[in-house]
Structure formats: C-alpha cells, structure tokens
Nanobody
C-alpha cells in the first residue's frame, strides 16, 4: 500500500493551493484520510481529517480557510487551501487509516509535499 501526495508549491500570502493524496494497493476500504503538517523546528500537527462517511475535523487554525474532501472510489483525499498565510508554510503529509480486510486496519503516511507561503 502506498500514499502518493501531489500538489503544493510556492504561493503568495492570500493565495490558494490544492493538495491531493491517492492510496493504492490491495485496499479493502478507507476508514479515514487526512493531512498533517510540520514546519521547521516544530512538531507535526494535525490539519484536517475526513472519514469515508464525509465527516470532517479541522484544526482551529485552518477552519474556514481549508477544505478537505474525499473520493472514496478513487481512494483519494484532497485539501483545498485558501487565504494562505506565511504561517501555513510547512511540509504537508498525507495520512490514512485503511482496511486491508474487513477486520484489519492499518495506518499509513505519504511522503511530504512542501507548501511555502511568501509574505
């Protein structure tokens, strides 16, 4: 099983960027998928999570600016980031809880993708 993240890049403050992360491999179903980020010198922090049902959870610092969505058929999670701030600069990591069978769930991480917001 692999998580392949894409998107990110450099944007000016106030701009927008989108991230996507696709899970591949022998996957029975998705429990939830989400995003974390880690800025230089800081701990990794939760950004947003979405369950296969569509229920979402956002960190307070991104509420109202970021939107997470999921395509269960494609096993892909998206993060639309609007009104970006320099403090959003970080490496963003995709995370997923995937069922490999009806009873076995495992946690996976994708490779990081850099998001840089210039002031």
């Amino acid at each position: 099983v692999q998580l392949q993240a894409s998107g990110g890049g450099l944007v000016q403050a106030g701009g927008s960027l989108g991230l996507s992360c696709a899970a591949s491999g022998s996957i029975f179903s998705v429990n939830y998928m989400g995003w974390y980020r880690q800025a230089p010198g800081k701990q990794r922090e939760h950004v947003a999570t979405i369950r296969s049902s569509g229920s979402t959870n956002y960190a307070d610092v991104v509420k109202g600016r970021f939107t997470i969505s999921i395509d269960n058929a494609k096993k892909t999670v998206y993060l639309q980031m609007n009104s970006l701030k320099p403090e959003d600069t970080a490496v963003y990591y995709c995370n997923a809880a995937l069922y490999l069978s009806w009873s076995h769930q495992f946690d996976y991480w994708g490779q990081g993708t850099q998001v840089t917001v210039s002031s």
